[in-house]
Nanobody, 119 residues
Framework: QVRLVESGGGLVQPGGSLRLSCAAS????????MGWYRQAPGKQRELVAS??????DYVDSVKGRFTISKDDSLNTVDLQMNSLKPEDTAVYYC??????????????WGQGTQVTVSS
């Protein structure tokens, strides 16, 4: 069981920045993929950014504005969000996929942190 705890959400004006952090309860070296999802009211949860091994991936709408990074020594995964837009407003969730076999794995979620972009 991997426990994930997010921090860093809040209210920011358009064009501003926020940094989200996700702390895992165990070493992230053994986790196949870690990432950030978000869910806005009335919308489906979407993948924002992920790290699989050393490869990072982003949804098109955040490319060039958001950066995902990890610190294996601290067991944290951060999401630096710059040039925030009102449409970035959502609850952001940390996610971990830990493999249990070649084609199987368990998904773990944090409790979510609210990000609101508004003037």
């Amino acid at each position: 069981q991997v426990r994930l705890v997010e921090s860093g959400g809040g209210l920011v004006q358009p064009g501003g920045s926020l940094r989200l952090s996700c702390a895992a309860s165990e070493s992230i070296r053994g986790i196949y993929r870690m990432g950030w999802y978000r869910q806005a009211p009335g919308k489906q949860r979407e993948l924002v950014a992920s790290i699989t091994g050393g490869a990072m991936d982003y949804v098109d709408s955040v490319k060039g504005r958001f950066t995902i990074s990890k610190d294996d020594s601290l067991n944290t995964v951060d999401l630096q969000m710059n040039s925030l837009k009102p449409e970035d407003t959502a609850v952001y969730y940390c996610h971990a996929l830990k493999l249990t076999g070649l084609t199987r794995g368990n998904n773990y979620w944090g409790q979510g942190t609210q990000v609101t972009v508004s003037s």
